[in-house]
């Protein structure tokens, strides 16, 4: 009697592979088709957060299932395991990751170059957003924070106001103090009278430089000193290169802008940080969508500071008429209504 073969099993392509990695370390998955995902009622987390002075490492790269941590004592990187139900999570929202880059954490080291992560302290702050495609799962991007530098470019791409107003809620919201970086200046004449220029009307500091030329960098090397500062911002806005002006041995990836759409590509794949005498700073990959969390809709005036003195009803709409008339000459106007229609839409 012939026996029948067994199929042959189906070999992922490692490229394939190597992408998905990296789609999960920028945060930006395929979206799930709905139906398609099994619905599992979510394992109640029993851990709790351990004192902080019961910590020993700084998790400063995370990946699927481990991330790298700085050792406090002997400085040294160690690649560590994790499991969800050890280790604290605040909040009801589920999160991609139990850790996240900045978190303070306790490991216990099984090897020269391995351990893992036993245990967590609470954060006090931290900069999240809802993982795109994926319900009720919030992707954090760090934690723990003393500044967010929220990167941009007068040109090549062009200035983005959508994903900056976006930012600077987020950031509002967890108390981080925020600066605005105009980056690419070398490219344009003059940035007088242009959109960032507005930001400054408005309270928030604007910084204009060129990461390329190395010009007005100065300003901003003195405001993130001795501070742990995440860089964020759209592809090809020129965060990383911005990096590699500050710190002249940071290697991170640099990419440039497609010529068709105007936007950048993804280069650097997953937030890292960076352990430097003159302070810590992450570097984050670029960023095409940033979903706000834990904000109602009735609260959104209060992160806008030209309506934060404004009334306004639980779903975010103007109770007095006089101020909605005034408020319609403002220039956010309408960013304000398009991030209320996203959180409405929740």
């Known amino acids: ?32 088709r709905k139906g398609a995902q099994k619905k599992k009622q979510p394992k109640k987390n029993m851990a709790l957060p351990i004192p902080l002075s019961e910590t020993n490492a700084t998790v400063i790269e995370v990946h699927p299932k481990l991330c790298r941590v700085l050792l406090d004592e002997i400085h040294e990187v160690r690649l560590c395991s994790y499991r969800r139900s050890q280790v604290f999570q605040a909040g009801e929202i589920r999160e991609r990751s139990p850790v996240t880059v900045g978190d303070r954490v306790r490991v216990e080291v ?37 500044r967010v530098v929220v990167v941009s470019s007068i040109k090549d791409p062009e200035f983005s106001p959508g ?29 007088k009278d242009t959109l960032p220029v507005r930001y400054s009307e408005l309270g928030y500091e604007v910084l204009f430089l060129s990461a390329k030329k190395k010009t007005d960098l100065g300003p901003l090397i003195e405001k ?18 911005l990096l590699s002006a500050i710190v002249p041995d940071y290697s991170g990836r640099v990419g440039s802008v497609n010529p068709v759409t105007g936007k950048g590509k993804h280069t650097t794949t997953g937030a890292t940080l960076l352990h430097m005498s003159q302070g810590e700073w992450i570097d984050t990959p670029g960023i095409r969508a940033f979903s706000l969390t834990h904000i109602q809709p009735g609260d959104l005036h209060l992160y806008f500071p030209e309506f934060k003195d404004d009334d306004f009803d639980n779903e975010g709409q103007w109770i007095n008429q006089k101020q909605h008339e005034i408020a319609k000459n403002q220039w956010r106007y309408s960013s304000y209504l398009r991030v209320l229609e996203s959180l409405l839409e929740e």
């Open 224 to 241: 993130i000193k001795n501070q742990r500062t995440l860089f964020c911002g759209h592809s090809g806005v020129g965060k990383t290169k």
């Open 110 to 146: 099984t090897s020269p170059q391995d351990g893992m992560v036993v245990g967590l302290a609470e954060r006090k702050n931290q900069l999240s957003r809802k993982a795109p495609g994926r319900e009720q799962i919030v992707h954090t991007l760090a934690a723990n924070l003393d």
């Open 163 to 191: 994903l900056v107003d976006r930012f600077l809620v987020a950031c509002t919201q967890q108390n981080i103090p925020v600066t605005i970086v105009v980056n690419k200046i070398d490219l344009v004449e003059s940035q």
């Open 1 to 32: 009697m012939s026996q029948s073969k067994k199929p042959k099993s189906k070999k992922r392509d490692p490229r394939s592979i190597q992408e998905h990695f990296n789609q999960w370390n920028r945060g930006d998955e395929p979206k799930i």
